[in-house]
């Protein structure tokens, strides 16, 4: 068990066990029985459930919330003002987590249901609400998120705009 790097106002429950190298900024509070590996990094003003799992080099951007036993993979990463979810009726602690399987790319202000599993190389696009399993190697987006392109269309569509914004500014 590794000691993170922390910021200012970090609140870590009881039996927290961080792999090496994970940093987490400022005012963060994660919960009881937590596991995070390493090399991840978590962004200012998270809020991280109880007994949540996440994954190696793994990116969590700011005021993102992770609900109590929610899972993530391996290299994952997580837009702004997103949140997992785990309970389909609040309170009514029958908890259903969300499950991100490795190499997600979840973008700015998502909202992910409880019982959802997103699977390997998917990508949610910003914005979305996620209220459906999303298949392996799957572009979602809208509300509810819908299926739009495979990844391998994302990563083309992704490298010709790199490209394009790579001429200009030469």
């Not at 005021?63 to 009514?92: E, Y």
């Not at 998502?110 to 019982?115: A, E, G």
Request: proline share 5%; charged share 20%.
């Amino acid at each position: 068990m590794s000691t993170p790097k922390t910021g200012q106002g970090v609140i870590i429950g009881k039996n927290v066990q961080f792999g090496k190298h994970v940093v987490i900024w400022n005012y963060v509070v994660i919960g009881d029985n937590t596991k995070i590996d390493d090399k991840t990094r978590i962004g200012s003003f998270c809020d991280i459930g109880r007994d949540v799992i996440i994954g190696k080099n793994c990116i969590i951007q700011a005021h993102v919330t992770i609900s109590n036993q929610c899972q993530l993979g391996d290299n994952v990463f997580i837009g702004p003002n997103s949140s997992l979810l785990n309970d389909k009726f609040p309170h009514s602690k029958c908890l259903t987590p969300s499950i991100i399987k490795d190499n997600v790319v979840i973008g700015g202000c998502v909202t992910i249901l409880p019982n959802v599993t997103v699977h390997e190389n998917s990508v949610i696009a910003a914005g979305s609400v996620v209220t459906k399993d999303v298949p392996p190697e799957t572009v979602v987006k809208g509300v509810p998120a819908k299926p739009m392109m495979t990844r391998q269309e994302y990563e083309k569509k992704r490298d010709a705009f790199i490209s394009s914004r790579k001429q200009k500014i030469k």
